[in-house]
C-alpha cells in the first residue's frame, strides 16, 4: 500500500535557521507529493506540491524537491520566522493514470515546528 | 468564496448523545471528504464522497458513524452514540474533479468533546 514515512517531531528552532523536515514515501504507481501546513486551531492547508520527478515546489519561502530515486521530498526553508511555527504535513495523491479510488490524500503523521525569537 | 464551512466550531456532549457535524463544500467541488484528528492516531480519513455518492467509508471506525451527503452543497457526520474515545477534532474537505492531483480544501474543523 501507500505510505508516508515524515521526521519524527516536535522540531524546535531558533528564527532564521534553517529548516529540513524529512518526508519518505512508498507507493505502488505515480503520485504527486504534498505538504499541507496547520496553524494553530485551523484546517490544513496547501504549501506546495510536485506532480512529478525532480518537480520542486515553493511558496513562502518554503521548498521541496521530488527525488524518484531516493523516494524523498524533504521540506526546507533558508530563514524560519516565528510565523512559520505549525504542524506540517507531508502527503501523496496517486495519479489519475490509476485505478478509480485513489483519490484520497495519504498523510504522514504531522511534524510539530517551533520557532522561538 | 467563504470556503468550507463547517459547524458547530466546537461541541460537548455528554457520553450517550447523538452529535451531528455539518460542512458545507466549496460551492463546485464534487469531492468531499471528512477526517478526524487526534493526538494518538494523527490524521485520519473517515470517508469521502464523489457527486454525493459515498465512494469509501472504510475508515469509518464502527456503526456508531454515519455519515450524509444528500445534496452537493452539505454534508453531516453523525455519533449516535457518542462516546469519549470519538473526542477529536472533525475537518471537512473538499476538491473538485478534472485534476486529482490538485489540492483539498479543509475547513476548519470542529472540535468535539464527548464527557
Known amino acids: 500500500g501507500n505510505s508516508v514515512t515524515q521526521m519524527e517531531g516536535p522540531v524546535t528552532l531558533s528564527e532564521e535557521a534553517f529548516l529540513t523536515i524529512n518526508c519518505t514515501y512508498t507507493?505502488?504507481?505515480?503520485?504527486?507529493l504534498f505538504w499541507y501546513v496547520q496553524y494553530p486551531g485551523e484546517g490544513l492547508q496547501l504549501l506546495l506540491k510536485?506532480?512529478?520527478?525532480?518537480d520542486k515546489g515553493s511558496n513562502k519561502g518554503f521548498e521541496a524537491t521530488y527525488r524518484k530515486e531516493t523516494t524523498s521530498f524533504h521540506l526546507e526553508k533558508g530563514s524560519v520566522q516565528v510565523s512559520d511555527s505549525a504542524v506540517y504535513f507531508c502527503?501523496?495523491?496517486?495519479?489519475?493514470?490509476?485505478?478509480?479510488?485513489?483519490?484520497?490524500?495519504?498523510f504522514g503523521t504531522g511534524t510539530r515546528l517551533t520557532i522561538i525569537p | 468564496d467563504a470556503g468550507v464551512i463547517q459547524s458547530p466550531r466546537h461541541e460537548v456532549t455528554e457520553m450517550g448523545q447523538e452529535v451531528t457535524l455539518r460542512c458545507k463544500p466549496i460551492?463546485?467541488?464534487?469531492?468531499l471528504f471528512w477526517y478526524r484528528q487526534t493526538m494518538m492516531r494523527g490524521l485520519e480519513l473517515l470517508i469521502y464522497?464523489?457527486?454525493?455518492?459515498?465512494?469509501?467509508d472504510s475508515g469509518m471506525p464502527e456503526d456508531r458513524f454515519s455519515a450524509k451527503m444528500p445534496n452537493a452543497s452539505f454534508s453531516t457526520l453523525k455519533i449516535q452514540p457518542s462516546e469519549p474515545r470519538d473526542s477529536a477534532v472533525y475537518f471537512c474537505?473538499?476538491?473538485?474533479?478534472?485534476?486529482?492531483?490538485?489540492?483539498?480544501?479543509f475547513g476548519p474543523g470542529t472540535r468535539l468533546t464527548v464527557l
Open positions: 474537505a473538499s476538491t473538485e474533479t478534472g485534476t486529482l492531483n490538485n489540492e483539498q480544501f
Open positions: 507507493a505502488t504507481g505515480y503520485p504527486s
Open positions: 510536485a506532480t512529478k520527478a525532480d
Open positions: 502527503a501523496l495523491i496517486l495519479s489519475r493514470s490509476s485505478n478509480f479510488g485513489n483519490e484520497k490524500l495519504t
Open positions: 460551492s463546485g467541488h464534487d469531492y
Open positions: 464522497f464523489n457527486n454525493n455518492v459515498p465512494i469509501d
